[in-house]
């Protein structure tokens, strides 16, 4: 069974519109999640973490615990976020082993 | 920093060929990770080493060795390929394992 979903493959939105993307995880202990992004023709790249509690390019997660969730948000979506996005859990004992959902597209229409 | 590096970018193999995929970093980073990439299937954890000389596997090992002789490289060895390893290989690294730096990708068709 896959620890970590994302029911959406493709989520598609109007430019100024609020975006979340969904991701669900399945995990015993104590879970390191993160965002990941793929920009057309470029590397997978870290977009945040959640012990971080960071807000990035306007993008900000809320692990919830007791839902074994954590959504991806962004209040006003722009054309340049179209792109893949990855959750990811971390396990192992050095967080080395990472396991990633399978994927949404986004897709912000103008 | 020339970060993550691959090579090839794209290779065409037939049954039962092999072929070695190169990895390097140049951030003296310990852990280093081999994904391949479906569609529908996100990213699926091949092999792994924390360091030089330690090497595991992961999600889906076989098919595929791997060594790591140098903190710098970890290549990803095809024994006999086969249809179902047609997919985009990912190589990354982290000081941390936390944040995980990743190559461009190899395009592998194996028909």
């Known amino acids: 069974a896959q620890r970590v979903t994302q029911p959406e493959k493709l989520l598609s939105v109007f430019k100024g519109a609020p975006v979340e993307l969904k991701c669900n995880y399945s995990?015993?202990?104590?879970?390191?999640l993160f965002w990941y992004v793929q920009y057309s023709r470029q590397r997978l790249q870290l977009l945040l973490r959640?012990?971080s509690r960071e807000s990035i390019k306007g993008f900000t997660a809320d692990l919830n615990k007791g839902e074994t969730s954590f959504h991806l948000k962004k209040p006003f979506a722009q054309e340049e976020d179209s792109a893949m996005y990855y959750c990811?859990?971390?396990?192992?004992?050095?967080?080395?082993?990472?396991?990633f959902g399978p994927g949404t597209r986004l897709s912000v229409l103008p | 920093n020339a970060g993550v590096t691959q090579t090839p970018k794209f290779q065409v193999l037939k049954t039962g060929q092999s072929m070695t995929l190169q990895c390097a970093q140049d951030m003296n980073h310990e852990y280093m990770s081999w994904y391949r990439q479906d569609p529908g299937m996100g990213l699926r954890l091949i092999h792994y080493s924390v360091g030089a000389g330690i090497t595991d596997q992961g999600e889906v090992p076989n098919g595929y060795n791997v060594s790591r002789s140098t903190t710098e490289d970890f290549p990803l060895r095809l024994l006999s390929a086969a249809p179902s390893q047609t997919s985009v290989y990912f190589c990354?690294?982290?000081?941390?394992?936390?944040?995980?730096?990743f190559g461009p990708g190899t395009r592998l068709t194996v028909t």
């Open positions: 995990y015993s202990g104590s879970p390191e």
């Open positions: 990811a859990l971390g396990e192992g004992d050095y967080g080395q082993n990472f396991v």
């Open positions: 990354a690294s982290s000081e941390t394992s936390y944040e995980q730096y």
């Open positions: 959640h012990i």
